[in-house]
């Protein structure tokens, strides 16, 4: 009888974690819920290009995410009717900052910088997907160390050292 | 109802929760904000440097400013600056819990409970505008209004006292306890009457071979403690091939007085003793330049060696080998500090001291003593001065029999900083209105009816003429490093919208629309001097240049040779210490002293200055009575044992740390705690030594002889450890807490 309980406690606890797992990776890969409706592939298909709202990648650590400022300088005038911008415009107005949930996220015992990953030739959608075609932007890959690294050590010989080394970004 | 959980079912709990919560999403929701407006030129992760002016003492150093997507990150020296030249103290770093602190006071409040009541009711600033504009045309006569200031930034003070003027008040005045414990009043005196300046000298530390410190602690707090230091390590590297030569003269062994190559633990009191005993010696025996002597022979005419040998506890052996060592330096320099200016006979110990560096002929000479060279920078120069002991007085009167109907209180904390014996508390009661200008709820600000907080120094304009200055003529401005993180209102633009709305003389006074256009008009007249270390085309740039390199110096050092041709030939009277309490009963000598990180007090709210060590006792979080082992063991006491300490106007209770650096009729303790009111970080720790001071005056200088009150000390029986690193006694590491 204690056997068969044992038993039982057992598998339960097996069925828990892997439904934890599972529940985590869906967790990673899910859309978080954005305070506004925001698509990125209607900007995408308008024409605009990343670095127009994301516009320092090149140059800084961060690619940066646009002020609220910047989103009225279009939404002026642009679809003004929509539920939607007339919730940006009123944050613009109070001069709150829009509380977007990050979608991408390294803890913070990583440095990441972007500068010379697109320095390197990376385009933004070889992390980040095709976002043009996101109506809701989500995390298409984990980024976990064994990711980093499956790039990182694939480098020519005189790279590789400096790029599998551990200070490369946790310094 | 409480219901009893037995072990078994805790650990049902324990292991039903550890599956939960392993269960939980492991993923983490990070909000991110971006600007609203993004200020110009900023990177999203790049940082970028502020350069401006630190306020945490009045010697002003030169500070830069790591702010990172809008928040202010980390304080560091400004490397062009003349004064500090980059370095920093711990007090400086420090300044960024002013600026996060908890708390700091976010709008205009009316203690509307009444004084003290700390029952705070906010108020918009157009309705405490209205209060002051009020209370301001209801005066009977504008003499019924005073300001009183302590650490001022110079551009408010020039606008203050435009103001007040304009009203038809007197100018304002400045008292606080850093600067009495520095003896600035009583050094400015000694300048101005030996020099015929009333400012403070600079002492050419740098190039000086031997340097005889008199109560001078200019490695920690007094005067400008950064670029002492500074100067202090090029002296010890051997800028002539030596490493130069410190002898330190005060009671108590403070990190100065370790740095020292000889430590006198001297009395009370007998400094001047022993500088009037080495000047007479050098004249007697002719000893170093003696052509230079001449002049000054009559000013040791009433100087007996002997006398002042017996006087000091000093042996005549001993002076005659300081008289040689000071007189056969080819650089020496005689400091008079602080310790001395807390003597009853202060004035005269100090002239006894200066009078050292005119018989060597180091006035004006390298490694000698210089005053501050204005050059352009002359018409910023209206410094606030602090006023002297007696003079704060005279106000205290007048405040008690009734005569002030309105007291304006700006950067200075008088209830916490004043010895009870001067009754300032007392007197603030019987003043109808009292508006504070403070950021925190002080014990001054708890005394308030109104508070309009000024911001903090890091969000705020202003520049300052560091004093005693560099050896470039020199000016360090000021400028928000972040935008205000709450509604406070700059002081300088309270006073303006109060005299826009006032109208007539005191509209004409001040007439700029900010503080902004006021410090623009003043900064922009250094624009196109050739002397500068930078220039601009335009006005306009060259504001733009004056922010960014944190204010203005020359580009060559100028320097300025104190002029001593009208001093007055007469004999330097030796006058006795006076003390206050019966040596009967109070037996031991009360020796407050600043404390490196606190000061006086203001650093109290300082999480990391509370915390950092005191370099001598490694004592952190709290005050200690500094005890000799010899009188400790005559009292009974040890280490961490509560002794009462008691003088004619009040006492203490402290835990004792027994240290071999004191004289064993001295008790030293830390100035800067036993803070009232001040926020959670302050409050209820420690005990305030100034409260047990006797308010008594040096009749030269009128500054408050704060050294010269006589204690005695009972045991209480009871144990207090402190929070310190190591002990003393050679017992290695011990635990904080
Ligand atoms: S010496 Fe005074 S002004 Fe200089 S860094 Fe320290 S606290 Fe600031």
Redesign the pocket.
Known sequence: MKRFWLIGLFILVVVGVIAGVILTRVQVYAAPEQPIAYSHQVHVEAGIQCLFCHPSPLKSPLAGIPSVQKCMGCHNVIDTDNPEIQQVASYYESGEPIPWIRVNLQPDFVYFNHQPHLGAGLNCETCHGDVGQMDVTRQTVKMDMGWCLDCHINQSDEKVGRLADCLACHK | MTKRVSRRDFLKLTAGATVVTGLAPSVRRMVLEPYVQPPEEVLPGEATWYAST????????G?IVRVINGRAKKIE?NPHHPL?QGK??A??QAGLQILYNPDRLKNAVLQSGGRGSLKFEPLYWSEALDILVDKLETLSNPNRVAFLGGLMPSHLYKLTTRFLSSFGSSSPIIYDLHSALEGRNSTVQLSESLFGSPELPIYDLANAEVIFSFGANFLETWM???SQSHAFGTMRQGQLGGRGFLVHFEPRLSATAASADEWIPIKPGAEGYVALAIGRIILEERLGQASSHRPYSILYQNVDVQEMADASQIPVEVLHRFARIFADADQAIAIPGGGLAGQHNGGTSMLAVQALNLLSAQIGRVGGVFLSQPGPTAGFRQNPNPGSFENLSILIERMKSGEIDLLLIYGTNPVFELPTSAGFAEAIASVPYVISFSQFVDETAARADLILPDHTYLESWGYEVPAPGAAKPAVSSQQPVVRPLYDTRSTGDVLLAVAERLGGQVANALPWSDEVDFLQELATELHGSSLGAYDAKTPSSFWALWRQYGGWWTEKEIPREPDISTIVQEPIPVSEPVFDGEENSYPYHLHPYPSITLSDGRGANLPWLQGAPDPMTTVCWGTWVELNPETASSLGVSEDDVVRVISPHGELEAPVVIYPGIRPDVVAIPVGQGHEQFGRFAEQRGSNPIALVASITDPETGSLAWGATRVRIEPTGRKKSLARLESLAGEGRESIG
């Open positions: 630190c306020r945490l003492c009045p010697a002003g150093c500070i020296g500090n920093l103290c007090r400086g400008s403690p950064v």
